[in-house]
């Protein structure tokens, strides 16, 4: 992986320039983070920020999990931030049985 550069400027203070500005923050460069209003004042700050970890793909799964991590990290950093764990209940035919049933156990052997 390449050095961070020593000055960067973000354009765009909602979650994913955030992200940005934070990880090359964190990787030393001297970062300038610029919105037209303030911090999460667009479309980030009115979402519900639902994070869905159920998919079919076991690459898809496992960057969920990556994500909760990087959320719960962000939360215990951060007094701004919070993440709130909810159930997820997810109803099918008889027909679609079995596809779940191998999907749950995806999900235990990758820990998701």
């Not at 979650?15 to 980030?44: I, K, M, N, P, Q």
Request: glycine residues 10%; contains cysteine; hydrophobic residues 45%.
């Amino acid at each position: 992986m390449t050095a961070a550069p020593r000055r960067v400027v973000v354009v765009g203070a909602g979650a994913v320039g955030t992200s940005v500005a934070a990880h090359l923050a964190g990787r030393g460069a001297d970062v300038t983070l610029l919105d037209r209003g303030h911090v999460a004042g667009e479309t980030t700050g009115k979402a519900a920020g639902f994070v869905f970890r159920q998919f079919h793909d076991p690459v898809d799964v496992r960057a969920m999990a990556y994500s909760m991590e990087c959320f719960e990290r962000l939360a215990a950093e951060h007094d701004a931030f919070s993440v709130h764990r909810t159930g997820y209940l997810r109803i099918g035919s008889e027909a679609e049985r079995a596809t779940f049933e191998r999907e749950v156990a995806m999900y235990r052997a990758i820990g998701a």
